[in-house]
């Protein structure tokens, strides 16, 4: 428009200096000025029109482009909410790569600090601190936003660990003094109170169907009768299969003073017979030596004599489970079941160690063989660890995810349970909490390699200097070499190449729950 404008002026001026000179000029000169003006008029015209009809088209055009502008961006914008996916993948990649920044962040100014500490000033120094704690604040902000994240993204599985194991020991108990009373009369085990142990009491349970309570029951010998522990295999490092053997002892003191027991050894077999009962050398051993499968025979009809004797039996119904070497039931009401596995063991001394009920790794175990089980020093353990870890520690939900991913492979809950029970002696407690979640998960995958490249991963019990001193060993634990657990892999290199492959395949099911969720 600006430039209509000016050749319009350029017009007017013209035709006005014509008629200006007009009076001054002879009447050819004139005429031959007035048709030179009408031609600029028309040519200015013509160009007027040819201005106006580009700028029309010039609009219309600009006008196309816009919308073809605006068509390709919801082309665009629907392509990508078609490809959601990869864009979910693409944020979940951004994220790492702001988690990793930021370690790498905080590793720069530990190395800093460390390489600086000591040649700086008092003044420096609070500088120093006082920026590094703005920075730890926000680096702990973005941590905590990043593990949060993937703690809301996570499809852990529903359960009520705690609630339910509370559950599950006060009914145990329960049971165990029922039990006691309707077995007074005879000569069996007298059974304790139980210990919860197991991935469910512990609180790691990977999965939400199928979760088994387990209780060890410690069982002590009935009066008149002891029990001493021996090994399978004389000899044999490290210890792990006992046989406990039941020797009658003279019980004449103790009969003159209580009146209601009669002396194994030296009363006459008929007069046992017929007023006190047979031995538990007769009842529940083979040979010398007691035996798993009469024992949990024999406990199995306990339970269903004393359940009906409980308050509970009220509300829940009892169904008994198939078990050789342990008693398993299962109860149930409206929309609710629990199964519960009860196992029977004898202390070691005063020490967490018991030998168990519970089977061996090896395919047939004889009925007189118990096994050495740490589970309930493993239970002290990780219940230490949860009153001395910070109250948003993440150890547990690291060793829960790990476990998850396992199904299908050819490694066991309890390697990764070691993993983590090595760990949490070897890493500070205050680096389990929600913002190391991704650091710990890395750090187990890795102790998990390197102990697969090395074919060793050291059982926990095993002569471990770092067993914190709550928990209590016999000396024979605190003494003996460390037990590989690897040790197949030792003697089956094929073995450690499949296990290199199932590795590199838990990595890739790791990366998916963290990417996915599940």
């Known amino acids: 428009m600006a430039v209509t404008r000016f050749l319009l002026w350029i017009l007017q001026e013209l035709i006005l200096n014509a008629h200006l000179v007009s009076d001054e000029l002879d009447e050819p000169t004139r005429d031959r000025m007035q048709q030179r003006a009408d031609m600029l008029s028309q040519e200015m015209a013509r160009l007027l029109q040819e201005l106006e009809q580009k700028i029309l088209e010039q609009k219309i055009q600009a ?26 993948v693409v944020g979940i990649l951004l994220l790492l790569i702001v988690g990793l920044c930021w370690f790498l962040r905080k590793r720069s100014h530990e190395v800093g600090n460390s390489s600086e500490e000591g040649s700086s000033n008092s003044s420096s120094r609070d500088e120093e601190e006082w920026d590094e704690q703005n920075e730890e604040e926000e680096d702990t902000d973005g941590a905590s936003d990043l593990a949060r994240h993937f703690e809301e993204h996570i ?37 304790q109170p139980g210990f919860s142990i197991g991935s469910a009491n512990e609180g790691w349970s990977p999965g939400e169907g199928n979760i088994i309570y387990r209780v060890l029951v410690p069982m002590r010998p009935p009066s008149g009768h002891t029990f001493l522990l021996e090994l399978c295999n004389p000899g044999e490092m490290p210890e792990r299969n ?7 002892e003279c019980t004449c003191t103790t009969e003159q003073v209580a009146g209601d027991m009669l002396c194994f050894l030296h009363h006459p077999e008929e007069e046992l017979r017929r007023n006190q009962g047979p031995s538990l050398l007769h009842t529940l051993c083979t040979g010398s030596y007691l035996d798993v499968q009469k024992t949990a025979c024999r406990f199995h009809l306990l339970v269903k004599a004393s359940w009906v004797l409980l308050p509970h039996s009220h509300q829940w119904r009892l169904i008994m489970l198939p078990s050789s070497r342990s008693c398993k039931f299962k109860v149930e009401r409206a ?27 090896a395919i047939f175990s004889p009925s007189t063989t118990w096994t050495l089980s740490c589970a309930v020093a493993e239970a002290k353990f990780f219940e230490l660890m949860a009153r001395q870890a910070p109250h948003d520690s993440f150890h547990l939900r690291c060793l829960q995810l790990c476990t998850r991913i396992l199904v299908g492979t050819g490694f066991s809950s309890y390697t990764l349970k070691t993993v983590v029970m090595h760990l949490l002696t070897t890493t500070p407690l205050s680096g389990w909490r929600s913002r190391h979640f991704l650091l710990r998960l890395d750090d187990i995958m890795r102790y998990l390699c390197r102990c697969l490249e090395e074919k060793r991963l050291d059982h926990f019990f095993y002569g471990n200097e770092k067993i914190p001193e709550e928990i209590v060993l016999p000396p024979a634990l605190q003494r003996a070499e460390p037990l590989n657990l690897f040790q197949h892999l030792v003697q089956d290199p094929a073995a450690q190449a499949e296990a290199m492959r199932e590795f590199m395949d838990l990595q890739d099911r790791l990366t998916r729950v963290l990417t996915y969720g599940h």
């Open 63 to 88: 006008q196309k482009s816009k919308e073809q502008s605006h068509a390709a961006w919801r082309a665009l914008l629907f392509a990508a909410l078609r490809h959601w996916q990869f864009w979910v």
């Open 155 to 191: 499809q852990w599985p529903k359960q009520n660990l705690v609630t339910k194991r509370e559950s599950v020991k006060d009914l145990v108990d329960d049971l165990i003094l029922i039990a006691r009373e309707v077995a007074s009369d005879s000569s069996f085990p007298v059974l």
């Open 242 to 248: 006992f046989r406990i053997r039941v020797e009658l």
């Open 335 to 361: 929309m609710e079941e629990v199964i519960i596995e009860i196992v029977f063991g004898v202390q070691q001394g005063n020490s967490d160690i018991f030998v168990s009920s519970q089977a061996s790794e």
